[in-house]
């Protein structure tokens, strides 16, 4: 095992400012390159991004490694509006860049397949996080088209959305095919896109925190405690014991309703209505228990920087302790009875298959990345909130199928409720949040582990607690990345409604 | 199968009452804030509008002759202002919170002169609307349109569909093809990129048609309101039927609305409260 900090030394990179399991190098631009490719092919590249505003752009590369705690940023400060691309040689850092150059300006230099990710119609030269933005501006060239477009005898193409046929999110699919069998898949995204990140700049951490809670609904609660983790941490707040242990909860109530809701999308995808239903009720019955708790169905608006808004009810608390028992034993049952429903395991056994041969240079995280032998969790490898105080178990498999998915997901659910017991066992008295003796200014990433996997947020404040830059990288960014792949790979047309509820991607997380 | 059926026939009936009966079990979450701003004094008025993360909260004027102005088609639910001011703002105890005019959620007052409430007149079901509403009273097909949403609709609309509500037990539907449908149910900002696809949507659907503005990204874009990327809110693009608050609006306030659309459903909400308030 080899930390962050050794690798830094190994390549000569200065640590010049570190905080609790955050370390900061800087190099000159010409090094970036070759600094971020060689820590690449040694840690996880979790992250790149620009900066820009006044004065030259930023780039910021964020790495992890296995069994060190810490992250690594990396920063250079560009002395152009370009730079040497990192994706010849890091098959990764190839939609990261893209997405710099639609969205600030910035041009990766020798990037293979340098196409929009999800601007449409917008004006070429306006990058939107940078440009003074006029609405009356004609839309320029540019338009995306969906490829690979397939041709030869008895190819068609069959196009799906962007509007969907049932209560969806948009996005739009098109799917070559010889008749019965996918030939190439190919999607265009980006329907929903709001530019939160850009709308957020200027505002109070507070009315920030609004945008965060909304940057996706169904995980509103590790997007928002990302952010607010990373305020925390650049404004040198402490949060109180009991506040960090109903985090905890709270983000382990999300991971149980999104996945009791993803199975159940799942299960209606094959067919089998009892069990989608049974699903659906299970995952009601955990929004009401957060409404309980918080007012909100969602949680939202119970998060603030340096604890929570209010103190969760001790009656919501019994009531949710009383239900945990009711829950694993339904969810054990339907499991079981799942297990044993041979024309569901046909469905989903080797449908949609990513190779962990196919999906390591992806760095995939959460329960996809999970199911492809990426051996990694925030709240094992990064403890945050109240994490190094519970007890749990990781589950890894390299089926890369729906089958281990859906596994994977079964799994958390018992470990999601084991994690609750513990902390309603153990709930601290105290409360005590040490405030802030520095000026709220400065930057850090904050991290969770979502139900969808590892989410990053890192933000710059200015003097006066106003946010300056703030960069949200959610799981779905990273886990769209091979989804086409997963869906073209030996799959038939009647699998798709099964591969994508297997994969449960979020438009409006990739988006923003 | 067999032992799926069994399940299912064992688990019982969980559906709600919902319009019958009201549901206490699936009303735990608040579905809208309701303003008496005559209790608010004039300094608690700026208070209050400083407190408000979107514009629900306004001050119009200057200090002799200004009032404040609560928008429930721009709130949130965050709280902030029922915490600071319980006298002044609460949550409605009912999921009644549908309405078929803008105006209706709003409500304003002036310090200076005492309460003067904005335009709260009912509004009475045009000619149309009221053979709208005879031809879907028994039967109503939804094509959904996410315009732009976080999500956060689409999973309770989803949720509509489970045991717990069941929408189909009332005659209402989602339907894939707006060739079939009655209703266009709109979540989301309206984003550059999804106005096409929705005025396509809007257009390929048969007259006479409804338009629901689900969430208040729909209705006046919430914490997006004048994002660059943002051309809603929905009324600025489609004429809109009925609006359904939240963020997200609850399950139950989605069928209060959907009822609502075809005359089922009574209007009850006002933002200032009132004699039919809910």
């Not at chain 1, 990433?445 to 990053?456: F, M």
């Given at each position: 095992m080899i930390t962050l900090r050794d690798l830094a030394d190994r390549l000569g990179l200065a640590i010049d400012g570190s905080s609790s399991q955050e370390l900061r190098a800087r190099c000159a631009p010409e090094a970036f390159l070759g600094a971020a490719t060689a820590l690449a092919a040694e840690a996880v590249l979790a992250d790149l991004f620009a900066t820009t505003g006044s004065g030259q752009p930023w780039l910021t590369a964020v790495f992890e490694a296995a069994g060190d705690p810490e992250w690594l940023l990396l920063r250079t400060q560009l002395t152009g509006d370009s730079f040497p691309s990192l994706t010849p040689a890091t098959h990764v850092a190839?939609?990261?860049?893209?997405?710099?150059?639609?969205?600030?300006?910035?041009?990766?230099?020798?990037?293979?397949?340098?196409?929009?990710?999800?601007?449409?119609?917008?004006?070429?030269?306006?990058?939107?996080?940078?440009?003074?933005?006029?609405?009356?501006?004609?839309?320029?060239?540019?338009?995306?088209?969906?490829?690979?477009?397939?041709?030869?005898?008895?190819?068609?193409?069959?196009p799906l959305g962007p509007v969907r046929s049932g209560p969806q999110e948009s996005g739009e699919f098109l799917f070559n095919s010889g008749g019965e069998d996918l030939v190439a898949v190919s999607q265009l995204l980006g329907f929903k896109l709001r530019v939160v990140e850009r709308l957020a700049e200027g505002r109070t951490v507070d009315q920030a925190l609004m945008l965060a809670e909304r940057l996706a609904g169904v995980s509103t609660f590790s997007n928002a405690l990302a952010f607010v983790q990373a305020v925390e941490r650049a404004s040198a707040i402490t949060v109180g014991e009991r506040s960090r242990a109903a985090r905890t909860l709270m983000n382990e109530l999300e991971r149980l309703h999104n996945h009791f809701g993803d199975i159940s999308r799942l299960a209606d995808a094959t067919g089998l209505m009892v069990a989608g239903a049974?699903?659906?009720?299970?995952?009601?019955?955990?929004?009401?228990?957060?409404?309980?708790?918080?007012?909100?169905?969602?949680?939202?608006?119970?998060?603030?920087?340096?604890?929570?808004q209010a103190p969760l009810p001790d009656a919501a608390l019994e009531s949710l302790r009383q239900r945990l028992?009711?829950?694993?034993?339904?969810?054990?049952?339907?499991?079981?009875?799942?297990?044993?429903?041979?024309?569901?395991?046909?469905?989903?056994?080797?449908?949609?298959?990513?190779?962990?041969?196919?999906?390591?240079?992806?760095?995939?995280?959460?329960?996809?990345?999970?199911?492809?032998?990426?051996?990694?969790?925030?709240?094992?490898?990064?403890?945050?909130?109240?994490?190094?105080?519970?007890?749990?178990?990781?589950?890894?498999?390299?089926?890369?199928?729906?089958?281990?998915?859906?596994?994977?997901r079964l799994f958390e659910i018992r470990q999601s409720i084991r994690i609750i017991e513990q902390v309603l066992e153990a709930w601290p008295v105290?409360?005590?949040?040490?405030?802030?003796?520095?000026?709220?200014?400065?930057?850090?990433?904050?991290?969770?582990?979502?139900?969808?996997?590892?989410?990053?947020?890192?933000?710059?404040?200015?003097?006066?607690?106003?946010?300056?830059?703030?960069?949200?990288?959610?799981?779905?960014?990273v886990n769209w990345h091979p989804y086409a792949e997963a869906c073209a790979s030996g799959n038939n047309l009647t699998d798709y409604p099964v591969i994508e509820a297997s994969f449960g991607l979020s438009h409006a997380e990739f988006d923003r | 199968m067999s032992r799926w059926i069994a399940l299912g026939l064992r688990s019982g009936v969980r559906t709600t009452g919902y319009p019958s009966r009201p549901d206490p079990d699936a009303e735990v979450a608040p579905s809208a804030v309701i303003a008496d701003l005559a209790a608010l004094t004039a300094a608690q008025a700026v208070e209050a509008a400083g407190l408000c993360p979107t514009t629900a909260i306004t001050l119009?004027?200057?200090?002799?002759?200004?009032?404040?102005?609560?928008?429930?088609?721009?709130?949130?639910?965050?709280?902030?202002?029922?915490?600071?001011?319980?006298?002044?703002?609460?949550?409605?105890?009912?999921?009644?919170?549908?309405?078929?005019?803008?105006?209706?959620?709003?409500?304003?007052?002036?310090?200076?002169?005492?309460?003067?409430?904005?335009?709260?007149?009912?509004?009475?079901?045009?000619?149309?609307?009221?053979?709208?509403?005879r031809l879907f009273r028994r039967s109503l097909h939804i094509r959904h349109v996410d315009a732009g949403s976080c999500n956060g609709c689409e999973s309770e609309l989803q949720l509509l569909g489970s045991p717990e509500y069941d929408l189909h037990r009332l005659g209402l539907f989602f339907t894939p093809t707006p060739r079939h449908a009655d209703a266009l149910l709109v979540t989301g900002v309206v984003t550059r990129q999804m106005e096409q696809p929705l005025r396509d949507t809007y257009d390929a659907m048969p007259d006479p048609k409804i338009v629901v503005a689900a969430g208040v990204c729909a209705i006046g874009g919430g914490v997006f309101e004048g994002g660059f990327m943002v051309n809603g809110p929905l009324d600025r693009i489609l004429p809109v039927d009925v609006y359904v608050p939240g963020c997200p609006p609850t399950p139950l306030a989605l069928l209060h609305g959907l009822l609502v659309a075809v005359g089922r459903g009574a209007e009850r909400y006002r933002a200032g409260g009132g004699p039919d308030g809910a």
């Open positions: 190839s939609w990261y860049e893209r997405e710099i150059h639609e969205m600030h300006g910035v041009q990766p230099v020798g990037h293979p397949a340098l196409a929009r990710l999800r601007l449409h119609d917008w004006p070429v030269g306006q990058p939107p996080m940078r440009a003074t933005l006029d609405r009356r501006l004609d839309i320029g060239p540019g338009v995306p088209s969906l490829v690979p477009i397939v041709h030869g005898q008895g190819v068609f193409q069959l049974q699903y659906a009720s299970l995952k009601e019955d955990v929004l009401r228990r957060c409404a309980e708790l918080t007012q909100h169905r969602y949680l939202r608006g119970i998060l603030a920087v340096g604890g929570l028992p009711e829950w694993l034993r339904r969810s054990a049952r339907l499991e079981r009875l799942l297990e044993e429903t041979a024309i569901f395991i046909d469905r989903v056994e080797t449908t949609g298959v990513l190779t962990p041969e196919y999906a390591a240079p992806h760095n995939l995280v959460g329960p996809i990345g999970r199911s492809t032998g990426a051996d990694r969790d925030c709240r094992r490898d990064h403890p945050y909130a109240w994490y190094d105080q519970v007890t749990f178990e990781v589950l890894v498999k390299s089926q890369g199928d729906a089958l281990a998915r859906l596994s994977i105290s409360d005590v949040a040490a405030p802030s003796d520095s000026p709220a200014t400065g930057e850090a990433l904050g991290w969770t582990e979502g139900a969808g996997g590892e989410t990053l947020h890192w933000v710059e404040l200015t003097g006066d607690g106003r946010l300056a830059r703030w960069r949200a990288r959610p799981p779905a960014f | 119009e004027g200057d200090r002799d002759q200004g009032g404040i102005k609560f928008d429930a088609g721009q709130c949130v639910m965050c709280g902030r202002c029922v915490r600071a001011f319980p006298g002044a703002f609460s949550f409605s105890q009912s999921p009644d919170v549908a309405v078929r005019s803008r105006e209706r959620l709003q409500v304003g007052a002036h310090w200076a002169g005492g309460s003067a409430p904005a335009a709260d007149a009912a509004v009475l079901a045009t000619e149309l609307e009221q053979r709208s509403q």
